[in-house]
């Protein structure tokens, strides 16, 4: 009794310097469908069932110091990639399977990062969020959180410490570019719902800022340029299929949005990954913004595949505005309350995320750098 219609687009790129050939391949689920598979069956358990990281990870819950375990190296990948260990630790892909002190270590800023307690252990509270999606922007980058573990301690105020960050030396897109413009990969032949998401998504970010988006007929000389892309795409960023790496973004004025073409996107929040949802936050990306450890900010580095989550909050404001000011064509004013809309279907909720007041400020020199969402 579902709606199924999910479009395929295959297609053997022979676009750009950087990428040869790229074969590119999209499900898109169509508004008001779910899974393409004709099973009514909940799209979560599919995700979770599918979640080949959670096969790495989930018997490493309770691990301690010293211990050693199957799967330890891989949590070491993961935290490498994220920043939370820097290549001086130890070589990139030759961790070893024991719990050790750089581990140790990179949990406990994990955890505070998002809000834990940083018991430096893998605790179930904090294997539950590695599991969850995310952008795989790395937290931390050239040693610099930009999330909690990277805020100054405060000796002024209890309630004036703000969480939206930067891309090292605070890039932004130069006040003449104020009209700017995206184009989507000619390859990809999007339809124009697909579209139109994108359009809703930079009107988001316009509706709060200068800044005005508009779609330009050519790609190559668009500001900003949307495509989806598989595998190795000539960026250093590869893209590894059905529920790994789903999309990354560049900071200004780079202008590159690319999205996995593997994955199930949902254009309308149900079913996939919501297509929108992604989109907001590497828009965040695209503009300059890092992440942010208030949970209901966009720029909260993960989103679960079952929400849909578009609308900025506060943190996402006040960030953005640091950047580039204000709507002077009187757009939305910085909500009072988080007002990230999320759709729930299951249990899965992350908790009661800390929405704190703002100073602006200009202290964090920024952080962040090639966004990344990981469907763990
Ligand atoms: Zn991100
Ligand atoms: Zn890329």
């Known amino acids: 009794m579902k709606l199924i219609k999910a479009t395929h687009f295959i297609i053997i790129s022979t676009f750009l310097l950087i990428s040869p050939i790229t074969a590119f391949k999209v499900v898109l689920s169509s508004p008001n469908a779910t899974l393409g598979d004709g099973h009514d069956h909940d799209h979560g358990e599919y995700l979770e069932e599918s979640n080949q990281w959670k096969n790495y990870f989930e018997n490493l819950s309770g691990c301690a110091f010293g211990d050693e375990a199957q799967g330890l190296a891989r949590l070491k990948q993961y935290f490498h990639h994220f920043g939370y260990i820097d290549d001086h630790d130890e ?3 030759n961790f070893s ?15 505070t990062n998002f809000n834990l307690p940083p018991s430096g252990a ?21 040693g610099s959180s930009t999330m909690n573990s990277g805020k100054p301690t405060n000796h002024n105020s209890l309630h004036s410490t703000a969480h939206f960050s930067f891309f090292p030396g605070q890039p932004r897109w130069a006040p003449f570019q104020q009209s700017l413009t995206y184009a989507f990969f000619p390859g990809n032949n999007l339809t124009d719902p ?110 679960s595949s079952r929400r849909r989550k578009v609308e900025l909050a506060r943190d996402d404001v006040e960030g953005i505005q640091v950047l580039y000011g204000e709507n002077p064509r009187g757009g939305a004013a910085v909500p009072a309350a988080p007002t990230t809309q999320e759709r729930e279907r299951s249990s899965d909720e992350s908790g ?25």
Not at 126 to 142: A, E, F, K, M, Y
Request: with cysteine; hydrophobic share 45%; proline share 5%.
């Open 91 to 93: 070589k990139l892909m």
């Open 97 to 111: 399977d024991v719990f050790d002190s750089a581990l140790q270590s990179a949990l406990k800023t994990y955890q």
């Open 122 to 142: 893998i605790d179930a509270a904090t294997l539950s969020q590695i599991l969850r999606p995310r952008c795989g922007v790395p937290d931390i980058i050239n």
């Open 194 to 303: 697909i579209k139109a998401v994108f359009r809703r998504a930079f009107s988001r970010w316009a509706a709060v800022t200068p800044l005005t988006f508009s779609e330009a007929d050519s790609y190559p000389e668009a500001d900003m340029k949307i495509g989806f892309f598989v595998g190795d795409h000539g960026d250093g960023e590869p893209f590894d299929g059905v529920l790994g790496t789903l999309a990354h973004a560049f900071s200004p004025p780079d202008g590159r949005f690319h999205l996995d073409g593997a994955e199930e996107w949902a254009v309308d929040g149900v079913g996939g990954v919501d297509l929108e949802s992604v989109a907001v936050h590497e828009i965040g990306h695209l503009l300059g913004l890092g992440h942010s450890s208030v949970e209901e900010a966009i720029m909260f580095p993960t989103i």
């Open 352 to 376: 009661g995320g800390r929405l704190r007041g703002g100073r602006r400020w200009g202290f964090w020199g920024g952080i962040v750098g090639v966004g990344v969402f990981i469907l763990l």
